[in-house]
């Protein structure tokens, strides 16, 4: 058998693969066909995102809400205490620790006292002399004015003697002051807490000179039981809280952490500012706290939640369940196994429920999962909630 010709060679070949080329378009056509076609129900003319909506529903309750405002606030001592010294002196002992609770006039710390009893000892000196020269002179007086009954003397030598007498009881009077004034400056030598609270670091140490002009002070004393907390409301809700505060029952003050998932403490309203602070449009506010844990600390920052009232047998549903639009918020009510739309008014909100003053009625079930797809009148297939899951 001959070899084939070498010049049909290259023919045959190419023959070859135009086929298998011509094969694979012909596989690749039928799959496009096969992956685009149209469904079954779009070829009989049936639109299969018409169907019915899966969504979840929740009923509409009644329950009593809290009015409350909300504001950043700031923790402050209900006193704040510099305890400075009232003479000048030597800081001989300190008592008290750093951090320490200290009662109203607990012993702080003791100046030396020794310059401050000599003083005292020069003024009862001073009296005791004084008071001799006053009785000599009064004993005088009693001699002239008999002597002057017998027109032994003349009547202005006895008025002379009355003279002294008042001049020295003066004296007396100024001496029994300057006692008074080393008495008390010898008692300031002993520096005793003003209030009841807790010591804060202590600024001066023991053998130190201090001096009643000393700005700094020894130590600061916090009252914290009870604490306050400041904070601000803007001018929009000054005039809710006015007149929730006329009330014969204090307002409720809630102080929560700084991520508000801890509740720290409750208080009450006690006060609020005289004036709106016109650089922010705000007033003031301060609250107390017994603070009987210690959980609220000077300076620290916190959330507040005020109480203005309560509001009995409200109609609610949850925020979620709430759309809007440009003819203002609405909800979807399953109704006949529909989708119906009702616009809604709206009242006071609490965490995550709201006030619906029109629009719902108590009973009736409204969607909350399955919103982007619905439209006033469509079909609704209400899916039941989930089941958690059992087991560890």
Known sequence: MTAPDAALQPSFFRSRKGGAALAALVVLAGAAWWLLRPAPAAREGVNPWAGPVPVRTVDVRRETLVLRVSAIGSVTPLNLVTVRPRVDGPLDKVFFEEGQAVKAGQPLALIDPSVYRVRLAQAEGQQAQNAALLANAENDLVLYERLHSQDSIARQQVDKQKALVLQLRGTRQADQAAVDNAKLQL?????????????????????????????????????????????????????????????????????????????????????????????????????????????LFPNQYVKVRLTLGERPDAVTIPGDAVQYGESGPFAYVVKDGKAQLRKLSLGITQDDRIEVLKGVAHGEAVVLEGLDRLKDGREILVVPPAKPASGA
């Open 187 to 295: 008692a300031w030598t002993r520096i005793d807490a003003p209030i009841a609270g807790r010591a804060g670091l202590r600024k001066v140490d023991a053998g130190n000179l201090v001096s009643a002009t000393d700005t700094t002070g020894l130590v600061t004393i916090a009252q914290t039981r009870p604490i306050t907390v400041t904070f601000s409301l803007p001018e929009a809700n000054i005039a809710a809280v006015r007149a929730a505060a006329a009330g014969d029952k204090p307002l409720g003050v809630q102080a929560w952490d700084r991520e508000e998932r801890t509740r720290l403490a409750e208080g009450r309203l006690a006060t609020f500012d005289n004036q709106l602070d016109t650089a922010t449009g705000t007033l003031k506010l301060k609250a107390r706290f017994e603070n009987g844990d210690d959980a």
